[in-house]
């Protein structure tokens, strides 16, 4: 079983719809959860972080579930630049700077 | 601010060749990382540094070494090539849990 799993996607959805992905993460010893953002050819880069009390960033919103070992985001309104694939991330138990990353889920945002 | 960059930009090799994947970070971090990427597989750990002079292996780490002689720099050697090195190779400093990718390395192993 991998340690962060995401559904691969392709979620294809019209601009101005609300998507939703989940992750899963197999290690409940784990501190830190993150959403990346990863365009095609490019490198990734941090979308948002997850806290236990949910938190919002305009469009986004992140929830994590502990109980459950998941963690969702949330899409408003979804634009065409949302097209990328964002990247499920968690910390390691025996390190907060050594990262496990899902891999990925890809939206397309169509007109 | 440049952040992190890395040369080259893409690579041929044949097997058993050798080369270094050259990083650069002019943030001052101390945490650098180096990761593969392959299609399905997400973002793999292969070396780190907490510092300079400081290295431990992550996840991947047969057949790449690495050194961190000053806080800037952290070079990937690749000792003899294989194909299945073939993949793209990201770079990144990481400041308070967040990391910062260099613009990555698409290397082909024939």
């Known amino acids: 079983r991998k340690e962060v799993e995401q559904d691969p996607g392709p979620f294809n959805v019209p601009e101005g719809a609300t998507v939703a992905f989940n992750c899963t993460y197999s290690?409940?010893?784990?501190?830190?959860f993150f959403w990346y953002r990863q365009d095609c050819r490019k490198e990734p880069k941090l979308l948002m972080s997850?806290?236990?009390s949910g938190n919002e960033d305009g469009r986004f919103t992140a929830q994590l579930n502990r109980a459950s070992q998941y963690i969702s985001l949330l899409i408003r309104d979804s634009k065409l630049s949302d097209s990328a694939t964002y990247l499920c991330?968690?910390?390691?138990?025996?390190?907060?700077?050594?990262?496990?990353f899902g891999s990925g889920t890809r939206l397309l945002v169509r007109p | 601010n440049a952040g992190v960059t890395q040369t080259p930009k893409f690579q041929v090799l044949k097997t058993g060749q050798s080369m270094t994947l050259q990083c650069a970070q002019d943030m001052n971090h101390e945490y650098m990382s180096w990761y593969r990427q392959d299609p399905g597989m997400g973002l793999r750990l292969i070396h780190y540094s907490v510092g300079a002079g400081i290295t431990d292996q992550g996840e991947v780490p047969n057949g790449y070494n690495v050194s961190r002689s000053t806080t800037e720099d952290f070079p990937l050697r690749l000792l003899s090539a294989a194909p299945s090195q073939t993949s793209v190779y990201f770079c990144?400093?990481?400041?308070?849990?967040?990391?910062?990718f260099g613009p990555g390395t698409r290397l082909l192993v024939l």
């Open positions: 990144a400093s990481t400041q308070l849990e967040t990391q910062y």
């Open positions: 991330v968690v910390n390691k138990k025996d390190s907060s700077y050594k990262l496990i």
């Open positions: 290690n409940s010893a784990s501190q830190s």
């Open positions: 997850v806290y236990s």
